[in-house]
């Protein structure tokens, strides 16, 4: 019997399929220099990301797609200021994706206020204990942190 090696969460670090075995070929501006790469995909790669990007399934389960392919399926299209917790993320997510996602958005207010907390309290002694002039600029800053971040 072969011993499988996996990682600490499970995973197999050696696979029986290699994983790079279906790449499509380089652009031919890949190996000349007189033309210009830039970072466009053809509509081939296209759906080359796509379909790998769907095939990911979330660990330790029997087919359950992970969130990655759970928006890549639904087209949620990601910018910079889409959220993990926004409404189109939890649209695509299950029920599963989304309690993990409210726990993630919970985290990252506790966070939040942690760090608006510290700041605070850095100026605070600063100025107080001592005896340096800090402006007070995450005192004053505190009250709206907690006041945007509290019901979460």
Known sequence: ?????????????????????????????????????????????????????????????????????????????????LELWSSKVRAAADQADREALLRARQAAALSAIGRGVYAALVEEIRDKHDGISTCDVQRSNLATVVEKFAAD
């Open 1 to 81: 019997m072969r011993q499988q090696l996996q990682d600490d969460d499970r995973q197999l670090l050696i696979e029986d399929e290699l994983i790079f075995c279906s790449i499509p070929k380089p652009p031919f501006e890949w190996n000349d220099s007189t033309r210009r790469l830039d970072f466009r995909l053809e509509s081939f790669e296209e759906r080359f990301l796509r379909n790998c990007f769907l095939s990911v399934e979330r660990p330790n389960t029997e087919g359950t797609p992970s969130l990655l392919a759970r928006l890549v399926e639904h087209r949620v299209e990601m910018t910079d200021r």
